[in-house]
């Protein structure tokens, strides 16, 4: 059965580039990895997807390794308003496209 | 603009009352979900409907029901309320899953406190 494990929290600085890793077990190779950003009072936004190796947009990358047990947002130089809450979603596939949202990672930006 | 519109943004009902949640998209979305959002559990999946008339369990259904009428609603019915579902209720809605691209658009929220 798959789960999906984040780090509840992470701090980091303006300017920095920012890693938050989503641990996945047992995902197969069409099941895909979506993040989602979510801010106080809001619900959460679409941020990137993907199922394997790297995709890159305006705002951030996914990262998936070969193993695909885990994967990682990178956000480039963080600025203090992507101080939010981050969630990983697995999408599988060969469930009817079952969805397992991980618990979300507060991210904490300061100047 | 893509928009996903939720009735209210905080609702406070009495035990055993029965409550309607209701949400609705305006960009003809097929598939349209409905979640609870508790701190430290994250998003969990109630019901979701992928089509007018459809709907499909989620995680956990226990003590709620849907009703999608029409393929721009979805409604969430608590059919006698109770504490333990006060909660942040989140609805959203995606298009059909194309393999490409699978993105649901989330509305603001409705935080219902139960007495």
């Known amino acids: 059965l798959a789960k999906t494990t984040q780090p509840i929290s992470m701090d980091s600085y303006e300017g920095q580039e920012v890693n938050i890793t989503c641990s996945h077990n047992?995902?197969?190779?069409?099941?895909?990895i979506t993040w989602y950003q979510q801010f106080p009072s809001q619900g959460p936004r679409f941020i990137i997807q993907?199922?394997?190796t790297k995709v890159t947009n305006e705002v951030a990358s996914l990262f998936i390794p070969a193993d695909r047990k885990s994967s990682t947002l990178s956000l480039p130089r963080v600025s203090l308003s992507d101080t939010a809450v981050y969630y990983c979603?697995?999408?599988?596939?060969?469930?009817?496209?079952?969805?397992?949202f991980g618990q979300g990672t507060e991210l904490s930006v300061k100047p | 603009d893509v928009k996903v519109t939720q009735s209210s943004r905080y609702l406070v009902k009495r035990t055993g009352e029965k409550v309607f949640l209701e949400c609705v998209q305006d960009?003809?979305?097929?598939?349209m979900f409905w979640y609870r959002q508790d701190p430290g559990l994250g998003l969990r999946l109630i019901y979701f409907?992928?089509?007018?008339?459809?709907?499909e369990k989620g995680d956990i259904p226990e003590g709620y029901s849907v009703s999608r009428e029409k393929k721009e609603r979805f409604s969430l019915i608590l059919e006698s309320a109770s504490t333990n579902q006060t909660s942040m209720y989140l609805c959203?809605?995606?298009?059909?899953?194309?393999?490409?691209?699978?993105?649901?658009?989330f509305g603001p929220g409705t935080r219902l406190t139960v007495l």
């Open positions: 959203a809605s995606s298009p059909p899953t194309s393999g490409s691209l699978d993105e649901q658009f």
């Open positions: 993907g199922y394997k």
């Open positions: 979603l697995v999408t599988i596939y060969n469930q009817g496209g079952k969805l397992i």
């Open positions: 409907s992928y089509d007018v008339k459809m709907k």
């Open positions: 960009m003809d979305h097929e598939n």
């Open positions: 047992n995902i197969a190779t069409n099941d895909y």
